[in-house]
């Protein structure tokens, strides 16, 4: 079975600053999804990036880039010139491509500090 | 564009008591799934359908609960009789199979507490 694995319960940065993110994931197979939704105070969850195993090059928005390690099987979100309105819970996710079935890690609580 | 519709926000009941909650999925998604979000077991997929059929209900916790999707822009989850265990906040999701779509949209949840 595929386990995510995100090993910083929290994280803090400063406005505009950069922080990063981590997530790991264990899988056999060779063809998948990840992904990094987002949870704010209002509890929706918004999808941020997401990132398809065959392709090399890392997935970027705007302010969000993701820095993908296939043989390590790492998967992390780095944020950019920070927001207040960054402020949530981050959550990486896998799917299988056979599989439409979502599997989260435990979450990453992000606080912005003015 | 409209996007996840879940009914009620928000649902009190006590003990015992049956509970419906409602999803209507973004038009023209084909995949409709029901997650839960505890602090004790994170986000689980309990179960989801493709073109209206349920394809994996191993989420399912027991057999208190059941979800239905009668048409493509309706799915309900039951739980017959709740439990104070049952507390948690439950989201809806949809997507597109068989696309290279394969993000899931979720809907802004359903805050469950069984006293």
């Known amino acids: 079975a595929q386990t995510v694995t995100q090993s910083q319960p929290e994280m803090s940065v400063q406005e505009a600053e950069t922080v990063t993110l981590s997530c790991t994931y264990d899988?056999?197979?060779?063809?998948?999804?990840l992904f990094w939704y987002k949870q704010p105070p209002s509890r929706q969850m918004i999808l941020v990036i997401r990132?398809?195993?065959?392709?090399?090059q890392n997935a970027t928005e705007n302010r969000f880039s993701v820095n993908f390690q296939k043989a390590a099987k790492s998967f992390s979100l780095k944020i950019s010139d920070s927001q207040l309105g960054d402020a949530a819970m981050y959550f990486c996710?896998?799917?299988?491509?056979?599989?439409?079935?979502?599997?989260f890690g435990t979450g990453t609580r992000l606080t912005i500090i003015p | 564009d409209a996007g996840v519709i879940q009914s009620p926000r928000h649902e009190v009941t006590e003990m015992g008591q049956e509970v419906t909650l409602r999803c209507k999925p973004i038009?023209?998604?084909?995949?409709l799934f029901w997650y839960r979000q505890t602090m004790m077991r994170g986000l689980e997929l309990l179960i989801y359908?493709?073109?209206?059929?349920?394809?994996?209900d191993s989420g399912m916790p027991e057999d208190r609960f059941s979800a239905k999707m009668p048409n493509a822009s309706f799915s309900t989850l039951k739980i017959q009789p709740s439990e104070p265990r049952d507390s948690a906040v439950y989201f809806c999701?949809?997507?597109?199979?068989?696309?290279?779509?394969?993000?899931?949209?979720f809907g802004p949840g359903t805050r469950l507490t069984v006293t």
């Open positions: 996710a896998y799917r299988g491509r056979g599989n439409e079935k979502l599997t």
């Open positions: 899988t056999s197979e060779s063809d998948y999804y």
């Open positions: 999701a949809s997507g597109t199979s068989g696309t290279y779509a394969v993000e899931q949209y």
């Open positions: 990132q398809e195993a065959y392709k090399q």
């Open positions: 359908f493709n073109n209206n059929v349920p394809i994996d």
């Open positions: 038009s023209g998604h084909n995949s």
